[in-house]
C-alpha cells in the first residue's frame, strides 16, 4: 500500500486576529467568534515522515530547527490522542517530524496557530494518500488544527478566516473556521502586518491559562457580548473597505483584551513600557498625517501595525525611523495577507 517512510511537507502562516477570541469552554470551543486575517510571512514549515509503526503504540519524533525536542512531541503525542475521532489512521504510523518556523525563534511570535495548522493539513493530506478521502478536506483539517491550537483553526483559509458560530454569518461553526475572503474588500487582500518586537520575553501567563481565567472575570458576560456586536460591525467594514472604522475596530480589540488580563484574578499584565511608546508613537502619526495606520496585540508586548497597501511606503519609512528603534535587536517582522497553507 504505501512505501516505508514516506514525507509530507506544508508550509502554513500564523494569522492576526482582528476581532479576538479569548476564554474557551468543552473541547477547545471558544466563548465568542473570532476573525483574522492570514498572513504569508511568517510561517511554519513541517514535514511529516511516517511508516507503519513497529510497536503496539505510536512512537513520535519531533525535530525544531533540526533539534530533537521533546516536550513538543508529548503535545503532538496528545494531539493525535485527541485527533482519532477524525483521523483514526493516525494511530497506525510512526512519525519523524521535522518543522521549521520562519520568524526568528527568539521573536516572542507564538508558533501554535502555524505550527498546529501546518501539522494539520499534513494529516488532512495523509488521509488523501492512504486513499481515504479524494482530496484534502479544509473543514476537517481546521476542525482538527482547532483542537491543536484554537487560533490554528483560521490560519488554513485564505485572507481571512472566521471561527465560530454567529448569527450575521451563514456556515459559521464552533467546530472550524470558514474562509470569508469573498466577502472581503480588495483593500485587504493586500494588508500589512508589520510586528514590532518589544520584548522575545517568554510570557508571564500562557494563553491557555489567560483564556481559563476568563471564566472568572467579572467582565466576562460584558465582553462575550461586545465581542457579538464587533463581529457584526466588523462584517459590513470588511465589504466597504473603510479602513479607518477598521483601525477603530481593532483598536477596540487589542485594548479590551489586555484589559480583561489586567482584571482578571489574578490581574496580570503581558503589554511592556515600551509597548505604550509605540502605541503612542502611532497615534500621533496618524494624527499628523492623517495616513490609516492602526495597532493590535496579541495575548503579548509585541505591536502588530496595519495599513493598506497604497500607504506603504510613507508608512514604512516612519516605522524605520521611529518605531525601529524601540524595537528589541531592530527587529520588526514585514508580513502581509496571504492566502494560506502551502504545499511543498
Ligand atoms: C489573543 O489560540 O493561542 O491570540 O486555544 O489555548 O491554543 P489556545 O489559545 P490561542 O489563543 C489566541 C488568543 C489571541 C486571540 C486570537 O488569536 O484570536
Known amino acids: 500500500m504505501f512505501l516505508q517512510n514516506e514525507v509530507i511537507k506544508w508550509a502554513c ?27 504569508s510571512k511568517a510561517r511554519s514549515e513541517t514535514g511529516l515522515y511516517y511508516s507503519p509503526k513497529v510497536e503496539e503504540k505510536s512512537k513520535i519524533d519531533f525535530y525544531l530547527d533540526e533539534v530533537l525536542n521533546e516536550s513538543f512531541a508529548n503535545k503532538i503525542v496528545s494531539f493525535f490522542d485527541d485527533i482519532i475521532h477524525l483521523y483514526p489512521f493516525v494511530k497506525n504510523f510512526d512519525y519523524v517530524i521535522k518543522s521549521h518556523n520562519t520568524f526568528p525563534h527568539s521573536s516572542g511570535i507564538a508558533s501554535s496557530a502555524s505550527g498546529m495548522g501546518a501539522l494539520a493539513m499534513c494529516i ?70 508589520d510586528i514590532v518586537i518589544v520584548s522575545a520575553k517568554e510570557k508571564s501567563v500562557s494563553s491557555r491559562a489567560g483564556h481559563g481565567l476568563m471564566e472568572n472575570n467579572p467582565f466576562a458576560t460584558v465582553r462575550y457580548t461586545l465581542a457579538n456586536n464587533h463581529m457584526t460591525s466588523l462584517k459590513s467594514i470588511l465589504q466597504n473597505g473603510d479602513v479607518d472604522a477598521f483601525g477603530t475596530l481593532l483598536e477596540q480589540e487589542a485594548m479590551t483584551l489586555h484589559a480583561l488580563m489586567m482584571c482578571s484574578a489574578p490581574s496580570y499584565i503581558l503589554i511592556e513600557p515600551k509597548t505604550i511608546e509605540v502605541i503612542n508613537l502611532i497615534r500621533k502619526y496618524r494624527a499628523e498625517s492623517k495616513d490609516p495606520l492602526y495597532f493590535t496585540l496579541d495575548a503579548g508586548p509585541n505591536v502588530h501595525m496595519l495599513y493598506p497597501h497604497s500607504y506603504a511606503e510613507r508608512i514604512k519609512s516612519f516605522i524605520q525611523s521611529e518605531i525601529k528603534p524601540l524595537a528589541q535587536s531592530g527587529l520588526i517582522i514585514e508580513d502581509q495577507v496571504g492566502e494560506g497553507p502551502v504545499k511543498f
Do not use: M
Not at 474557551?24 to 473570532?34: E, I, T, W, Y
Not at 482530496?135 to 488554513?156: E, F, M, T, V
Not at 458560530?165 to 500589512?192: K, M, P, Q, R, W
Open 13 to 39: 502562516p500564523s494569522n492576526i486576529a482582528i476581532i479576538k477570541y479569548w476564554g474557551k469552554h468543552g473541547v477547545q470551543l471558544p466563548r465568542n467568534a473570532s476573525i483574522s486575517l492570514t498572513l
Open 124 to 193: 488532512a493530506e495523509l488521509e488523501v494518500a492512504l486513499g481515504l478521502s479524494l482530496k484534502i478536506d479544509i473543514q476537517k483539517a481546521s476542525h482538527a488544527a482547532r483542537i491543536g491550537s484554537g487560533s490554528a483553526c483560521r490560519s488554513l483559509l485564505p485572507v481571512a478566516g472566521l471561527w465560530g458560530e454567529h448569527c450575521d454569518y451563514t456556515n459559521s461553526s464552533d467546530l472550524h473556521a470558514i474562509s470569508i475572503a469573498d466577502e472581503v474588500h480588495n483593500v485587504f487582500h493586500t494588508y500589512h502586518d
